[in-house]
């Protein structure tokens, strides 16, 4: 472990810095404020909700509040879709998770196996019992990758053709499939549900049409996006344009088309569709986003819904049951209907820490409330972007409209957002509890 950390960082300080952090593992049993998952929504509230007590001058004690996550390292996810395109080698997205959390958070390397909000409390897998004051679940979603029959058998074979940028060990195969290709069918596939980043399936199609296109493989290559949705996205407004882009640039398309099976070995493809009924389909190279679903650890407990999400009201990010009031959610892992992003995440998290120290302090939430903002920025070409933002009910919310113009147009500027500031908005403000959503680094005041 010591030693692959520093091979890792490859700096003397940032060593010192990770052993630190390593050895200061919390052993303590109780927390004011307990934090399930270390990742994109994990660490942003961790900062955020320390910060806000510190700001009206209630400081927590260090250490009051944890990050429990066993992981090893952090990923940026949504910089997948960059190495999958060949703008950014993986690593510039992938950092040890301990040397992300700052020495007033304290860091509990394990994993919860049961929750017991009845009594403030969880099990680890290891048997250990931890309480709380306050519980924020932020553990992500679970990709399947065995709801897809032949897939993980096909994204391990070097020569199949199948790749994913839904995983840091595949998202550089995409690459190297997607650049290999110079004749044949390729592709690309959506499914029906919930999946994180849902303009992620389609960003890297556009990204390698466009690549086909200036490399003069255009003509000999036949794309299609098969999608298990009847639409091309979620918002009208934007769904329009995009399918009207596809039917301008020749890409086919079927709807109402879920992929079920891959046969590796002959390059086949079976779809179900709505009818319950099966096509095959022959590819050269196949794009698949795997089906998603809540963590299996979270399924069936008393905190979760009947599908198997944390069930929070969708305005205030707190329980919807009154005796479970001290536990809180975001992120992926969360029942909040709208998108699962991480520009969601930079949303949710000021309005869940507002509402989780106005209970702590008064007994009741705030007048902070969520109303669904997210955003995916929808790469569609090399130096062009669709910078797509909306709020419940899938409605617009567009924070640069009134600068730019409709933002169903492609821009390069947006290109860059997607491309070079988000990644830096994200390991250097956004991680560390200070960057608020469309407000960046400001964050909101809520009256």
């Excluded at 199948?162 to 069918?185: E, F, M, P, Q, W």
């Excluded at 002959?266 to 779809?271: D, G, I, L, P, R």
């Excluded at 407990?301 to 999400?309: F, H, L, N």
Aim: some cysteine; overall charge positive; hydrophobic content about 35%.
């Amino acid at each position: 472990m010591l030693a692959a950390s520093g091979r890792v960082t490859g700096q003397g300080t940032r060593l010192t810095l990770t052993l630190a952090r390593y050895a200061s593992t919390s052993t303590k049993d109780k927390f004011r404020v307990l934090v399930i998952g270390g990742g994109s929504g994990g660490l942003t509230v961790a900062n955020q909700i320390y910060d806000r007590f510190k700001a009206a001058g209630k400081p927590l004690n260090p250490g009051d509040v944890a990050v429990l996550d066993a992981a090893e390292y952090h990923y940026y996810q949504p910089g997948w879709t960059l190495v999958g395109a060949g703008l950014r080698p993986k690593t510039d997205f992938r950092r040890l998770l301990a040397s992300l959390i700052p020495p007033h958070i304290s860091h509990i390397a394990e994993n919860v196996k049961s929750f017991y909000p009845e009594t403030s409390s969880i099990k680890t897998t290891s048997g250990r019992d931890i309480s709380y004051d306050s519980l924020v679940v932020a553990a992500g979603l679970k990709i399947n990758w065995g709801g897809v029959a032949g897939l993980q058998q096909a994204l391990a074979d070097p020569s199949s053709g199948v790749s994913s940028i839904y995983s840091y060990d595949t998202c550089d195969k995409v690459r190297n499939d997607v650049d290999a290709l110079r004749s044949g069918n390729a592709i690309f596939t959506q499914p029906a549900g919930i999946i994180k980043c849902p303009g992620a399936p389609q960003k890297i199609m556009w990204m390698a049409w466009d690549k086909y296109r200036k490399s003069g493989r255009g003509n000999d290559i036949k794309i299609d996006f098969m999608t298990g949705l009847p639409f091309m996205f979620s918002v009208k407004k934007y769904s329009d344009a995009l399918n009207a882009l596809r039917i301008e640039r020749g890409i086919g398309a079927e709807f109402q088309h879920n992929l079920v099976s891959i046969d590796a070995a002959n390059k086949k493809a079976t779809f179900q569709k709505a009818d319950g009924s099966t096509v095959d389909r022959d590819f050269t190279l196949l794009h698949v986003t795997p089906p998603m679903g809540p963590p299996d650890f979270i399924k069936g407990t008393p905190i979760a819904d009947t599908v198997g999400w944390v069930e929070v009201d969708q305005a205030t990010l707190r329980h919807v049951k009154p005796e479970f009031g001290n536990i809180f959610a975001l992120g992926d892992c969360s029942s909040l209907p709208t998108s699962k992003t991480a520009a969601a995440i930079t949303s949710q998290a000021p309005i869940l820490t507002e509402n989780l120290f106005s209970v702590v302090d008064t007994g009741k939430v705030s007048s902070a409330r969520y109303d669904g903002y997210t955003s995916c920025p929808l790469l569609t070409g090399y130096g062009e972007l669709m910078l797509t933002e909306f709020k419940y009910g899938f409605e617009p919310k567009e924070s640069f409209a009134k600068y730019v113009g409709d933002q169903t147009k492609r821009r390069r500027l947006f290109y860059h957002f997607k491309k070079d500031l988000f990644p830096w908005a994200y390991w250097n403000h956004m991680i560390n509890g200070k960057w608020f959503g469309p407000s960046g680094p400001f964050r909101p005041k809520f009256v």
